[in-house]
């Protein structure tokens, strides 16, 4: 059984996505050791508690350096034992200790088709708005394996979603999830769970 701790920073519609498909069999062999987040009001922690798992908040502001809190939150992923670090809307950088303990073991799920509309400071509203003031005819969403880089690790599935005319950043965020987010982040939880999304050369395989 492996087990996910998953990374929030706000209201957790990922993370209620992934509770479900578990709750429906949708995702096997897969379970939620906790949830943990850099808010202490981060209304995910609540939605973990409303399904009897563990939430945890690990904040940079209860810590005197940077460091310090790079090493809670290592020491904290290390105790729940996680086999996947999900990275549900999680607005922190994470350190390279992390990513190089949990090599192609952390994913992470963006509101674009990378490699558009991604990279530094491209992540929440500002990713829709940018891709209405471009004008693209479609976006979508994308879960990757997570890297040093910013949105730069090897992909694991995408999702396209139309653009349509009259969206807002806030209608077509919403489509966005709907229609692509809370579909392919359980998918790809699913075939890393059972073996069958792996990484070779740096693409991912999946079978």
């Not at 809307?89 to 963006?110: D, S």
């Not at 088709?113 to 500002?126: M, Q």
């Not at 992909?155 to 966005?176: H, N, W």
Request: overall charge neutral; hydrophobic content about 45%.
């Amino acid at each position: 059984m492996l087990r996910l701790a998953v990374l929030v920073s706000g209201g957790g519609t990922n993370l209620q996505a992934l509770i479900d498909a578990i709750a429906s069999g949708s995702i096997q062999n897969a379970e939620i050791a906790a949830v943990i987040s850099n808010k202490k009001d981060a209304y995910a922690l609540e939605r973990a508690k409303k399904h009897g798992i563990r939430g945890i908040c690990v904040s940079p502001k209860d810590y005197e350096s940077r460091e310090a809190f790079h090493q809670a939150l290592a020491e904290t992923l290390d105790g729940v034992q996680a086999g996947l670090v999900v990275l549900a809307g999680y607005l922190v950088i994470l350190p390279e200790i992390i990513i190089q303990k949990y090599r192609n073991r952390i994913i992470n799920i963006h509101p674009s088709l990378i490699p558009s509309f991604c990279g530094a400071g491209c992540y929440g509203l500002k990713v829709h708005e940018l891709a209405l003031k471009r004008g693209v005819r479609v976006t979508g969403a994308t879960v990757h394996f997570v890297d040093e880089g910013t949105d730069t690790g090897p992909i694991i599935l995408q999702k396209a979603v139309e653009v349509k005319q009259g969206d807002t950043p806030e209608i077509l965020q919403r489509r966005v999830m709907e229609e692509a987010e809370w579909h392919i982040l359980p998918e790809a939880v699913h075939l890393i769970a059972n073996g069958k999304a792996r990484v070779e050369d740096g693409r991912v395989v999946i079978g």
